[in-house]
């Protein structure tokens, strides 16, 4: 199990290293500027977010994922809205977030609200964009895929600091149960099937949005794999154009969940979502968080591991030993 938890941890960090350098960028100004990405490159000076970063170095996603996990080791894995966003703070003014540019829209605003004493739900609730999908892949290691609602409710709570809104909550916990389900039986297939079996009661536990349905995009994105499963660059092109990688939820996890399924390796994973557009980094590292627990530590590459734990001045042991020893009690 350690090696399927630390799979997730550095496919997600590896994922979103990829995806880094030309992090929203459209399909064709990626394709124009890089022709194809091939590794791991430094972030683009004309990148107004990526230019701050080196090669291997990952972002907000996966820093925010581990500093969630700090909150939660801190409080014996009981989330507290309070200690979740005081080290998001923490995190945000050691790396100038907000100056920056790092921040996504929804956090930016709401943790500021939270910074000033004031409530952020009225934001929160009408939140679409993917803050709480990008982070969430290291939750979805605590649960077994039988544990589907109480999986769902924990990511609400988790998540409630700056997304309460039915489609973020959604999406966050279909991402976290794609983890779940391909640590427990490593079969992409089964991981889709897991993945949309939690999205109405996930739904249910969020403020109402005018959003389109996670499920369908999903689905739709599972058919363009199949239909293109030959045919790797058609297979995102279609992605891309139907189901979209912008910062939505309803865009980037259906995205994200597609590519796991296509791909389900994570070298292969973070090189297709690096190469799709858009919200590059974000679904890197949703995606590749789920390739790297079907999967386990041990088959992802050790160069691609070591540029990771080199980049960052990281370790993902002592999270993958706090999670291995707080996971199956909850």
Request: aromatic letters at 8%; one cysteine or more.
């Amino acid at each position: 199990m350690r090696n399927k938890v630390l799979g997730v941890l550095y496919g997600m960090a590896i994922g979103d290293a990829m995806g880094m350098p030309p992090e929203l960028w459209s399909r064709k100004r990626v394709q124009e500027h890089y022709g194809e990405i091939q590794g791991f490159l430094d972030g683009c000076p004309d990148n107004n977010i990526s230019y701050q970063y080196k090669a291997g170095q990952f972002t907000d996603d996966t820093s925010q994922a581990l500093t969630i996990l700090d909150s939660l080791i801190e409080t014996n894995f009981k989330p507290s809205s309070r200690s979740i966003a005081e080290h998001i703070l923490g995190w945000a003014e050691r790396e100038n977030a907000f100056e920056n540019n790092i921040l996504g829209p929804t956090s930016k605003v709401t943790l500021k609200l939270f910074q000033e004493g004031k409530s952020a739900r009225e934001f929160s609730d009408e939140a679409v964009s993917n803050g709480a999908a990008m982070r969430i892949a290291p939750i979805g290691t605590l649960f077994e895929a039988g544990q589907k609602e109480a999986l769902c409710r924990y990511v609400a709570e988790v998540s409630q600091v700056t997304h309460t809104s039915d489609v973020t909550i959604a999406g966050a916990s279909m991402i976290a149960m794609a983890v779940a389900s391909a640590m427990q039986y490593g079969d992409p297939t089964k991981m889709i099937e897991d993945a949309l079996s939690v999205e109405a009661y996930a739904m249910s536990l969020g403020a109402s949005t005018p959003c389109p349905s996670l499920g369908a995009r999903t689905r739709l994105g599972v058919k363009l794999a199949e239909k293109y499963r030959e045919d790797e660059k058609a297979f995102l092109e279609n992605l891309y154009n139907l189901v979209g990688a912008g910062v939505n939820t309803s865009e980037s996890v259906p995205a994200a969940l597609a590519i796991a399924y296509y791909s389900f390796d994570v070298k292969r994973c973070a090189l297709m979502c690096a190469n799709l557009g858009g919200d590059t980094d974000t679904i890197g590292a949703m995606a590749t968080a789920i390739c790297g627990g079907g999967n386990g530590a041990e088959a992802i590459p050790t160069e691609y591991v070591e540029v990771i734990r080199k980049a960052n001045s990281i370790d993902m042991g002592p999270y993958a030993e706090a999670i291995l020893k707080k996971r199956g009690t909850l």
